[in-house]
């Protein structure tokens, strides 16, 4: 660069440092901070991701998450471990004494023998029917059943009613134990497994639940069967069968009845 007075302007003469003076051994304050470890911002940084971050899953949220899967798993449960409730929670309808709360008829066809409502056939092979003397809608029933031999007899529901077979159909000329007949005996309503689960001679426990338009029978524990009818039915009474046309005998204890009212 020019001076204005004229002559070109020199650059300072460079200073040789004295290897004596300690200042020449001094680091300035830029490299101090450089060799203090201060690196540059781009080394220390991880590269920044293009890709979307996710939104984690808050802890909070988890216990409120398991609880509406269970409800879900809860709803979706089969119906025959809806509300079963054990057979001590059902009234008993039979005192094991006597007939009372029940509509005996005049021909000797049941008695109550030591704890046990027995059904007999008279000589004549007519049949009977013995009927609670109370009606009963939405109910749970219950009782233990033995017969040996061929017999045909049933449980009686509602109105028009719905029977549960027991025994050998007179019509089929087989055992259809817990089927429902209505006039007939659907497909869908018979007890498929019945045989496997029945045990002949001795007491079998056989349950049904009558829920609005819906029949279910339990055999010694296990589901069986199921009706649903065409339409809606009214309450009756509760029925046992002795069926006309056959000697036969077949006996109930522990009969027990639990109305939804």
Same mark, same amino acid.
């Given at each position: 660069r020019e001076r204005r007075g004229g002559g070109e302007a020199r650059a300072p003469a460079a200073v040789e440092e004295d290897p004596? /003076?300690? $200042?020449?051994? #001094?680091?300035?304050?830029?490299r101090s901070r450089r060799r203090a470890g201060s690196l540059? $911002?781009?080394s220390i940084l991880?590269?920044?991701?293009? %890709?979307?971050?996710?939104?984690?899953?808050?802890?909070?949220r988890a216990p409120a998450l398991a +609880?509406?899967?269970?409800?879900?798993?809860?709803?979706?449960?089969?119906?025959?471990? %809806?509300d079963v409730p054990p057979t001590a929670a059902l009234p008993a309808i039979f005192n094991g #004494? /006597?007939? %009372?709360?029940?509509?005996?008829?005049? %021909?000797?066809?049941?008695?109550?023998?030591?704890g046990v409502l027995v059904g007999r056939?008279?000589?004549?092979?007519?049949?009977?029917?013995l009927y609670t003397a109370r009606d009963y809608g939405d109910v749970i029933f219950e009782a233990e059943v033995r017969w040996t031999g061929e017999i045909a007899s049933g449980f009686m529901l509602r109105r028009p009613e719905v029977q549960v077979q027991i025994g050998v159909s007179r019509s089929l000329k087989r055992d259809m134990t817990c089927s429902?007949? +209505?006039?007939?005996y659907p497909e869908e309503a018979q007890a498929k497994?019945?045989?496997?689960?029945? #045990?002949?001679?001795?007491?079998? $426990?056989?349950? +049904? #639940?009558?829920r609005g338009r819906t029949f279910t029978v339990w055999l010694n524990g296990e589901e069986v069967s199921r009706y649903t009818a065409p339409e809606p039915s009214a309450p009756g009474p509760i029925g046992l069968q002795i069926h006309g046309g056959l000697e036969m005998k077949v006996e109930f204890r522990d009969v027990r009845a639990l109305a939804a009212d």
């Open positions: 004596a /003076d300690p $200042r020449a051994h #001094r680091p300035s304050p830029a540059p $911002r781009e991880p590269p920044r991701s293009t %890709e979307r971050r996710r939104s984690p899953v808050m802890p909070h +609880v509406a899967l269970l409800g879900a798993c809860l709803a979706l449960a089969p119906a025959a471990a %809806e #004494r /006597d007939l %009372e709360g029940w509509k005996a008829p005049a %021909e000797p066809y049941w008695t109550a023998v030591d056939n008279d000589a004549e092979k007519k049949g009977s029917m429902f007949y +209505v006039g007939g497994r019945a045989a496997e689960l029945l #045990r002949p001679g001795e007491w079998n $426990r056989i349950r +049904v #639940r009558v």
